[in-house]
C-alpha cells in the first residue's frame, strides 16, 4: 500500500467526486438503507448534481467535514471519508448514527487503504475535540467489521432496522487510548 493523505473536498474537486461516484458498479451489495448512497458521500444521492452535494458539503462546515483519501505517489482518489463532529450531524436515525463513514473505490479495495483511512479519520476527530467516536457498519460488510476491529473499534451491540431491516454493528473507539 502507498501512501494516502486526507484532503478537505471543495467545490474545486467536482470532477474528482464525479469520478470516484462513476467508479461504483449499478449493482452492488447493499450495505445502507439507500442502495444509491455511497458511504463517505452522504447526501450525494439526494443532490441532483455533484455541483449542488459540494456546495452542501461547504454549507455544513464545522458541523460536519468531508475528505478525499488521495495517494501521494500520483494523485489518485482511493476513497472518501465523512466525519461528523457530532452524532445527531447523521442523517439516520439516533441508534444508526456514526461519527465516521468512509468508503474505498472498488479498484483499490483489499490493500489496506480503508485501515489507513479510518486511522486517518480518528486522527482528525481527535484534532477537532473527541474523545470518543461512534462506528457502524452492516453486518454483512466483514472488511468494513475487520477495519474498524484494526483501529480500535470495540464491538458494542447489533440493532436491525425497522424499515430496511439490515443488521447493523455498532462499536465505539477510544481516541485517547489510541496513537
Not at 43 to 49: D, I, N, P, Q, V
Not at 104 to 122: H, M, N, V, W
Request: proline share 3%.
Amino acid at each position: 500500500m502507498e501512501d494516502i493523505r486526507l484532503i478537505p473536498v471543495t467545490a474545486a474537486d467536482a470532477q474528482r467526486a464525479a469520478a470516484y461516484r462513476a467508479s461504483f458498479p449499478q449493482e452492488r451489495t447493499r450495505v445502507m438503507l439507500d442502495p444509491e448512497r455511497i458511504p463517505g458521500m452522504d447526501g450525494l444521492e439526494s443532490c441532483g448534481s455533484v455541483e449542488e452535494w459540494l456546495r452542501r458539503c461547504e454549507s455544513m462546515t464545522g458541523r460536519v467535514t468531508w475528505f478525499m483519501s488521495m495517494r501521494v505517489s500520483d494523485g489518485k482518489v482511493i476513497g472518501f471519508l465523512v466525519l461528523r463532529h457530532s452524532l445527531e450531524e447523521d442523517d439516520d436515525d439516533i441508534e444508526f448514527a456514526s461519527h465516521i463513514g468512509y468508503s474505498i473505490r472498488p479498484d483499490e479495495r483489499g490493500r489496506g487503504y480503508a485501515k489507513r483511512q479510518l486511522q486517518l479519520g480518528l486522527q482528525q476527530a481527535r484534532s477537532i475535540g473527541l474523545n470518543r467516536v461512534r462506528l457502524v457498519c452492516c453486518d454483512t460488510n466483514t472488511a468494513s467489521d475487520r477495519t474498524i476491529r484494526a483501529c480500535g473499534g470495540v464491538y458494542v451491540d447489533s440493532i436491525v432496522g425497522e424499515e430496511s431491516g439490515l443488521r447493523i454493528n455498532r462499536y465505539d473507539v477510544d481516541l485517547t487510548q489510541i496513537r
